[in-house]
């Protein structure tokens, strides 16, 4: 029986995954549930888990905050977020697994499944602190991928092969360079952040361009010219930051 102790500040959500785990996880026990980093870490010393369903963004801090200062654990991880961009910064690593929100069951019951067949936490502490370690850093040369998901697809993306994204009230279209369009249902605000720490800039509200494909920028007609030859739109307030991010480049 896998011990699990479900960490999330929203209710509704920890209700779901137990009531998941209940239907389709029989050789797993919710044994406790959290809110927050304070109460996970102290649920987590009081029933000694063998499984830790984690929320990343929570009101007191994150998920790899609660790791940072529990370390070292004999317990395996499963990330729970609404935030896909969090893979690329630690899923990696075979000491993780991650669900994005809204939960689907199938999803936990694999995850929970290659829980269940790990034997040995083998070097889970050398490579959580790796993963912990690179919490917050540019993404390095050799990991600069995106994954994004449709409904019957995962696409694990180069940020190279990514032109832009533009807006689709709230859905996000990623226009690709061999012409392919993705559409994801998160709005493109999600994905801003994100994008911008991996050479990606904002010039408008319904788009987000990748510099390394930017061409022209026509200061005058605010229009920015890719490699497609595609001609985008810079909105009159993005005009400086954009001039201010290619004298940095």
Known sequence: MIRTVIIDDEARSRETIREMIRLYCANTQVVAEAEDVRSGISAIRTHKPDLVILDIKMPDGSGFDLLRQIMPVDFRVIFVTAFEEYAIKAFKFNAVDYITKPVDPIELQVAIDRVSKIIETGNINSQLKKMLDGIGKPASQDNKKIILKTADTIHVLEFDDILRCESDRNYTVFILENGERIMVSKSIKEFEEFLEENNFCRIHQSHIINL??????????????????????????????????????
Not at 225 to 237: Q, W
């Open 212 to 249: 390394t494909h930017l061409r022209k920028f026509k200061k005058d007609e605010l229009i920015c010219i890719l490699k497609d030859n595609s001609e985008i739109p810079v909105a009159y307030r993005k005009r400086d930051d954009l001039l201010k991010v290619l004298r940095n480049l």
